[in-house]
């Protein structure tokens, strides 16, 4: 099985920044094949994608976070990367980690809580 490990979560305050990491381990098979995605959820609400990033490194953004947010990914390190600026309070959620293999094998993080608050 492949395991994604979130971390960098915190709080932080509006109008600031954070950098979420997700680290791949376990029995990855090609992750530079596979396409990344960040997804979030908050207390009530339905869990949205963020961002996504494919094994070209093509990216893809949810409109509430496009031109805030960057999507990155480091095969060298079986990571992918969520810079977020600008941060609003309603960018509050528990922050997953997604990988999606050609087959369409599905691999998720337990999450990472981010609180923007003053």
């Known amino acids: 099985q492949v395991r994604l490990v979130e971390s960098g979560g915190t709080l932080v305050q509006p109008g600031g920044s954070l950098r979420l990491s997700c680290a791949a381990s376990?029995?990855?098979?090609?992750?530079?094949?596979?396409?990344m995605g960040w997804y979030r959820q908050a207390p009530g609400k339905q869990r949205e994608l963020v961002a996504s990033?494919?094994?070209?490194?093509?990216?893809n953004y949810a409109t509430s976070v496009k031109g805030r947010f960057a999507i990155s990914r480091d095969n060298a390190k079986n990571s992918v990367y969520l810079q977020m600026n600008s941060l609003k309070p309603e960018d509050t959620a528990v922050y997953y980690c997604?990988?999606?293999?050609?087959?369409?094998?599905?691999?998720w993080g337990q999450g990472a809580q981010v609180t923007v608050s003053s």
């Open positions: 997604n990988a999606e293999t050609g087959n369409g094998v599905r691999y």
């Open positions: 376990g029995s990855v098979f090609r992750f530079y094949a596979m396409g």
């Open positions: 990033i494919s094994s070209i490194s093509s990216t």
